[in-house]
């Protein structure tokens, strides 16, 4: 069935490191890829998507390509900030309905 | 307002009480959906509407009645629930192609942190 594995966290970093989040996926068809961000007390905001091979995602300096020969859409930030500290999420949708499907979710601390 | 708005933002019952969470969007989409979120756990989604119709019930037990009078309303009644209900509940829109098509990107609400003693 369709899925998404993400890396389990916690990951703490010091602020201007470089963040790596890895998401990898298994779908039956040909699906969209989003990354979606949670703050503290607040609800998911999409953060980035992409929705065929080859595809970039950015946005606020994070950035995401979709690899359909590896299955992934790894999360990547040059330079993190303590603003940046939430929980990320990587999902997948199938061109096919409107199910999602998201990982479990990994907490990324920023420490100034 | 703007976006998914839900109430109430916390709430706390027993396990004999009712209660209603409310969900409102105002993106003009067509489509809404229910999802559970509990720690450590994948986003669980419960319910989906279409056109305010139910399309999809994913084995949610009978003490969630989820309703959508129109396609900027959703709800979800609770009656008889148990500790482990114990969740945050994420409303989403999204809007759906007509016939059943591609999907658009999910809004999420703030979410109902929901409480069951």
């Known amino acids: 069935g369709d899925s998404v594995t993400q890396m389990e966290g916690p990951v703490t970093l010091s602020e201007e490191a470089f963040l790596t989040i890895n998401c990898t996926y298994t779908?039956?068809?040909?699906?969209?890829l989003f990354w979606y961000v949670q703050y503290p007390g607040e609800g998911l905001q999409l953060l980035l998507k992409a929705t065929k091979a080859d595809d970039k995602g950015s946005n606020k300096g994070f950035e995401a390509t979709y690899r359909k020969e590896t299955t992934s859409f790894h999360l990547e930030k040059g330079s993190v900030q303590v603003s940046d500290s939430a929980v990320y999420f990587c999902?997948?949708?199938?061109?096919?309905?409107?199910?999602?499907?998201f990982g479990t979710g990994t907490s990324l601390t920023v420490i100034p | 307002e703007t976006g998914v708005t839900q109430t109430p933002r916390h709430l706390v019952m027993g396990m004999t009480n009712k209660k209603s969470l409310k969900c409102e969007q105002h993106l003009g989409h067509n489509a809404m959906y229910w999802y559970k979120q509990s720690a450590k756990k994948p986003l669980e989604l419960m319910f989906v509407?279409?056109?305010?119709?139910?399309?999809e019930n994913n084995s949610v037990p009978s003490r969630f009645s989820p309703e959508c009078p129109n396609s900027s309303h959703l709800f979800l009644h609770l009656h008889t629930l148990q500790p482990e209900d114990s969740a945050l509940y994420l409303c989403?829109?999204?809007?759906?192609?007509?016939?059943?098509?591609?999907?658009?990107?999910?809004?999420f609400g703030p979410g109902t942190r929901l409480t069951v003693l």
């Open positions: 779908a039956t068809g040909y699906p969209s």
């Open positions: 989403a829109s999204s809007q759906q192609e007509p016939g059943g098509g591609s999907t658009d990107t999910q809004y």
């Open positions: 509407y279409n056109f305010k119709e139910q399309t």
């Open positions: 999902a997948l949708m199938v061109n096919t309905g409107n199910q999602f499907y």
